[in-house]
T-cell receptor, first 114, second 117 residues
Framework: DTEVTQTPKHLVMGMTNKKSLKCEQHMGHRAMYWYKQKAKKPPELMFVYSYEKLSINESVPSRFSPECPNSSLLNLHLHALQPEDSALYLC?????????????FGAGTRLSVL | QQQVKQSPQSLIVQKGGISIINCAYENTAFDYFPWYQQFPGKGPALLIAIRPDVSEKKEGRFTISFNKSAKQFSLHIMDSQPGDSATYFCAARARNAGGTSYGKLTFGQGTILTVHP
């Protein structure tokens, strides 16, 4: 299994809603990442979890709340988002040891905030 | 200093031609340089990567050329095919970025490659 699986694939939410994005990997990777990608732009790092601990927060607004319940699962909780938060949200993971430079990306969740 | 500058923004190549995408960086702490390929509706996928102690790396039709003194690296796609049409991102990772061994990738702005049949 070499996949990073993200659900849902698409999400439409209002500005007062609370929703969550989910990411799973079963490759034994010990780092997991959340990225935000706008159309025709590169991915922008939001958060990095290393061994289930938050290690990097790129000054992301508190309306985005990450959670890493275990080494295979990463969630992104969304609350009171703004229309400008509409984007593709990508999850990635990296193996430990020599392969830790490599990031494997999921297909993303396409989020629309109305 | 954290930027990676990528050019061109878009590139059109005929089938069988050579596609060349260039990247430049300033931060001498970067020690790992991957290229990612992204198709519409998909996440980026690692294509090929190089470390600065090597001047060239080849995998099939894809070659990275690295010039450490000029702080530049480039991706060459030989015998370009319509299936290569995608967005390509160069990236760089700094040693011990963020105080963790799982560092941050700094991406270039991307190049949209179109290969005409």
């Amino acid at each position: 299994d070499t996949e990073v699986t993200q659900t849902p694939k698409h999400l439409v939410m209002g500005m007062t809603n609370k929703k969550s994005l989910k990411c799973e990997q079963h490759m034994g990777h010990r780092a997991m990442y959340w990225y935000k990608q706008k159309a025709k732009k590169p991915p922008e790092l939001m958060f990095v979890y290393s061994y289930e601990k938050l290690s990097i927060n790129e000054s992301v607004p508190s309306r985005f709340s990450p959670e890493c319940p275990n080494s295979s699962l990463l969630n992104l909780h969304l609350h009171a988002l703004q229309p400008e938060d509409s984007a593709l949200y990508l999850c990635a993971s990296s193996p430990p040891g020599q392969g830790r430079n490599i990031q494997y990306f999921g297909a993303g969740t396409r989020l629309s905030v109305l | 200093q954290q930027q990676v500058k990528q050019s061109p923004q878009s590139l059109i190549v005929q089938k069988g031609g050579i596609s060349i995408i260039n990247c430049a960086y300033e931060n001498t702490a970067f020690d790992y340089f991957p290229w990612y390929q992204q198709f519409p509706g998909k996440g980026p996928a690692l294509l090929i990567a190089i470390r600065p102690d090597v001047s060239e790396k080849k995998e099939g039709r894809f070659t990275i050329s690295f010039n450490k003194s000029a702080k530049q690296f480039s991706l060459h796609i030989m015998d370009s095919q319509p299936g290569d049409s995608a967005t390509y991102f160069c990236a760089a990772r700094a040693r011990n970025a963020g105080g963790t061994s799982y560092g941050k990738l700094t991406f270039g702005q991307g190049t949209i490659l179109t290969v005409h049949p």
